[in-house]
């Protein structure tokens, strides 16, 4: 049987991320599977991120820079990758997040075998912004549905490979929620199906001060993915109260 996927595109949102910026790419750029497009987009940043991006893109040929006209934020970026991207498939990676050298490889072994997925998720490792390594795993499970995705997010957005077709239906919306998450639930909701690798092939960057790190604001962020989605208020706190007990059971071990 032919195989599904060929070339991948993979979108890169950047802003002020010059300290863990080259470490991403590189993770990227040494993938075992090599046929890939990195587009990478930069959003005004004020470091020396974009410096940084042009120094890749001279030096190869796969690696693609764009700079928003001002700033933007993440949603809009990601959707502005996902539209310049040749492939018929998307892998997503923040700018202080890596992969493992055979992510990709072991995502498009995946889909080829499962050729309906929609999205293909992978499980995390995790290390701080001092670089030190975390003992706790993420673990996923092998498939999710659309109620068991609203009981926790399992699906890391730089560990996610989308078929491009589901991203112009479902982009990402607003800022002020988990945008991806919303995205993951759009797709599911409307057939889409999804597959996980249980092994740690994302290391996820932890960064207490950021949106996901923050608990208290990532727990609003999460109530308004709810009410995106059109869920009542009761519904609503059901899900938070799934969503709060698997929170404090990740962030604890991390």
Same mark, same amino acid.
């Given at each position: 049987?032919?195989?599904?996927?060929?070339?991948?595109?993979?979108?890169?949102?950047?802003?002020?991320?010059? +300290?863990?910026?080259? #470490?991403?790419?590189?993770? *990227? %750029?040494?993938?075992?599977?090599?046929?890939?497009?990195?587009?990478?987009?930069?959003?005004?940043?004020?470091?020396?991120?974009?410096?940084?991006? +042009?120094?890749?893109? #001279?030096?190869?040929?796969? *690696? %693609?820079?764009?700079?928003?006209?001002?700033?933007?934020?993440?949603?809009?970026?990601?959707?502005?990758?996902?539209?310049?991207?040749?492939?018929?498939?998307?892998?997503?990676?923040?700018?202080?997040?890596?992969?493992?050298?055979?992510?990709l490889e072991k995502q498009i072994n995946l889909i080829n075998k499962y050729p309906d997925i929609a999205v293909c998720y992978t499980g995390s490792g995790f290390v701080d912004t001092n670089s030190i390594k975390s003992e706790f795993v993420f673990y996923v499970p092998e498939e999710v549905s659309f109620k068991k995705l609203l009981k926790q997010n399992v699906i890391s957005c730089s560990s996610a490979l989308v078929k491009k077709e589901w991203l112009l239906k479902f982009p990402m919306a607003h800022d002020d929620m988990h945008e991806d998450f919303a995205t993951w639930l759009s797709i599911l909701k409307h057939g889409g199906k999804a597959k996980g690798i249980n092994e740690p092939l994302l290391i996820y960057r932890v960064d207490r001060n950021s949106k996901s790190g923050n608990k208290f604001k990532s727990m609003a962020m999460t109530y308004r993915v709810y009410k995106f989605m059109g869920l009542n208020v009761f519904q609503r706190a059901y899900y938070m109260i799934f969503y709060t007990i698997s929170g404090i059971r990740k962030h604890g071990s991390i």
């Open positions: 049987m032919e195989n599904v996927v060929s070339k991948i595109s993979i979108v890169m949102p950047i802003y002020n991320a010059q +300290r863990f910026l080259s #470490q991403t790419i590189d993770s *990227v %750029l040494s993938q075992s599977y090599s046929d890939f497009e990195l587009i990478m987009i930069d959003d005004c940043s004020t470091d020396n991120s974009l410096e940084i991006l +042009r120094e890749y893109e #001279q030096k190869d040929s796969r *690696v %693609l820079v764009f700079r928003n006209d001002k700033n933007r934020g993440v949603s809009f970026t990601r959707n502005f990758g996902v539209k310049k991207a040749k492939s018929d498939y998307i892998a997503f990676i923040d700018s202080d997040d890596m992969w493992t050298a055979d992510k």
